[in-house]
């Protein structure tokens, strides 16, 4: 019988470099059948960022420690401790972080 609840302790996986430089992902858990959710956890060291793009996927960053900013249109925020960011898909934006950063990423893919 397949379980209902997906679960994982992040201490057993692993952290690889991703796309982006400066960056170690764990990717965690993923909606199954129709749901389009993903969760990855994310260390950015000191410098690690990207430049403005946009993807088709909306995004939900939630900052648990680390600091930087996100660049979106002609604006700036900044990014610390506790700050929960909503990117909608196709929003161009761009990130670079100034101390190490622990951030968790969920993605929705559009259908």
Known sequence: MEEKIQYIYLEDIPPKKIAYPGFLGR????????SKLSTTYLEAGVGAGHEKHTH???????IIEGSGTLKYEN?????????????????AHGVEYNKPSKLLVVK???P
């Open 27 to 34: 990717f965690l858990v993923a909606g199954k059948g129709d």
């Open 56 to 62: 088709d996927e909306e995004e939900i960053i939630f």
């Open 75 to 91: 604006k700036t925020i900044t990014l610390k401790n506790g700050t929960a960011l909503h990117i909608p898909s196709g929003v």
């Open 108 to 110: 929705r893919m559009t």
